[in-house]
Every structure is written in C-alpha cells, then in structure tokens.
C-alpha cells in the first residue's frame, strides 16, 4: 500500500485587541488599500510591491506603512504577509514614521512608507507568530514593543473629540448613529466633526463605521456564531451587504477568508474586549 505524505495546512491567523487587528498567513496576489485603516504590512518571506495608483509606479519592500485612505494597491507577489491595522487615532503611526527608512511619494501629496526599523528581527518574529501561534497577549506585546522601541515620541495628544466620537460609534456598532448626535456630544459643529474626523484618521465616519462592523463579525465568529447571525448582529442588513462592504474596504472577498477550506484561526485579547462581545 501506498502511503501519502500530506503537507499539513497552516490556517491563517487573526489577533483582535480594542485598538489594533493583526492578520497572518496568505493573501490574494493584489490588494487595493485606498479605502481601509492605517495598516503596517511585512512579508515572511519574498519582497512586497506597493504601486501608486496614480502613476503606476512600483516600490519594493520587505515592509510599508501605508496611512488610511492611500490611493496604492499591495502586490503579496504571493507571500505569507503579517498585516497590522493600527490605531484609528493616528498615535502608532505618529510613532512609526519617523523611524521608517524611505518615505514614497504617492500622487501629489500623500506619502507611504517603506521599511520598518530592525526590520530583520521583526520579520523573524511574525514567522514566528505564524509558525507557533502565540496567544493575543503576547502577539500584541510584540507589537507594542515594535513600536515603542522604534526610536520615536508621540508628538501630539489625540485629538480628545474624535477620540469619543469613536466610542460613540463603536459603542452603538449595529445603530446609525447620525453624525448630528455625535457633533452635539461632542461640541463640535457638524462639517468640523466631519473634517476633523478624516484629518485625524485618514477615512470618513461612513467608512469608519463600516470597518468597525467588520471588526465585529469577526468577533461574533470567534464566538461561535454562524457566519450570516455575526455579519446581522454586527449592523449589516444581510450577507450580501457584508461582502461587498467586505471587498471595498478589503481589496478581497470575505469568502476567501472564512469559506471553511479558509477558515481563520481568530484569537482576542478577551481583557480589552470583553464590552464588544455580544450577549451570549
């Protein structure tokens, strides 16, 4: 009889704290990141590309720190990636830029950002996380330390009215809260919330609000809902509305990532996020 050797399969990865989402493992060939969070992305192993979609030019790289709402496409060239989607209050990117080794100019006034301090190492450890699977703790102890140990001080204190403004929204994560409650909250006229807003995070409220309910289902299915009960308890009004929210802010079809031959391996930082949890 002949015997078979499987090559076991690594399952992707997903870490959840209140202020950041870690993913590891493979990704699509070509990823749009014009609409998403501020995102830190590193590959375990081959060069990454970052393309300017305004001019079609290619930047390679190990490592990018790519800021919310750039208008540039990731090339994975199919590699096991580690993607970071940092703070929405700017503090880690605040932190990371100045340390960072090349800064790209993207159209007529954006910049991105190319190789992350001890690069070296820090690939080390995200294969590490993707080969041991460490618990939440320490995968965002890691990345607290990678940022913290970059070199660089924050320069600026949080805007505090953006910083409510996010409990508001995430607080009521399956509500519409409408922008002309949260403006009156926070004393703030409604076009200055609005504008303040996207200075702070990089992206508008709409789309703020969108990714927190991503964020959400994704924690509805570490807690043993069913794929269609987590993206309705999260504020999406049906499966479909969830995967084309899912591919616009993504660059993916969420099929690609929770279909059970894809399903992720979902870990939380449970201390954090105990007040996201729904109901049981």
Not at 163 to 170: C, G, K, P, R
Not at 236 to 250: M, N, P, T, W
């Amino acid at each position: 009889m002949n015997q078979r050797n499987e090559i076991p399969i690594i399952k992707p990865l997903a870490y959840l704290s209140a202020k950041r989402t870690v993913y590891v493992g493979p990704l699509k060939r070509l990823l749009e990141q014009s609409n998403g969070l501020t995102t830190l992305i590193i590959s375990i192993d081959k060069e990454l590309g970052l393309i300017d979609s305004y001019t079609g030019k290619n930047y390679s790289s190990k490592s990018f720190l790519i800021p919310a709402g750039s208008q540039v496409t990731i090339d994975t060239y199919d590699s096991i990636v580690a993607l970071f989607f940092l703070d929405a209050l700017g503090t880690d990117l605040s932190k990371l830029i100045p340390s960072m080794g090349q800064s790209i100019h993207i159209g007529k006034n954006n910049l991105c950002y190319s190789g992350i301090p001890n690069e070296l190492a820090v690939i080390g450890q995200a294969h590490d996380i993707f080969q041991h699977r460490p618990a939440a703790e320490n995968v965002f102890e890691q990345l607290d330390n990678w940022i913290e140990n970059s070199g660089a001080k924050l320069a600026n204190e949080p805007d505090a009215r953006i910083e409510m403004a996010i409990s508001l929204i995430t607080t009521d994560y399956d509500t519409n809260v409408s922008t002309t409650d949260i403006a009156k909250t926070v004393e703030l006229s409604e076009p200055r919330l609005i504008q303040l807003f996207k200075q702070v995070t990089g992206i508008p409220i709409r789309r703020f609000r969108l990714c927190h309910r991503i964020f959400v289902t994704i924690l509805n299915l570490e807690a043993g809902m069913s794929l269609i009960d987590a993206v309705v308890e999260a504020g999406f009004s049906d499966y479909s509305h969830f995967s084309r929210v899912f591919k616009e802010l993504g660059g993916i079809n969420p099929s690609e990532l929770f279909s059970p031959r894809n399903l992720i391996d979902i870990r939380i930082l449970t201390e954090q996020l105990t007040s996201e949890l729904p109901p049981q």
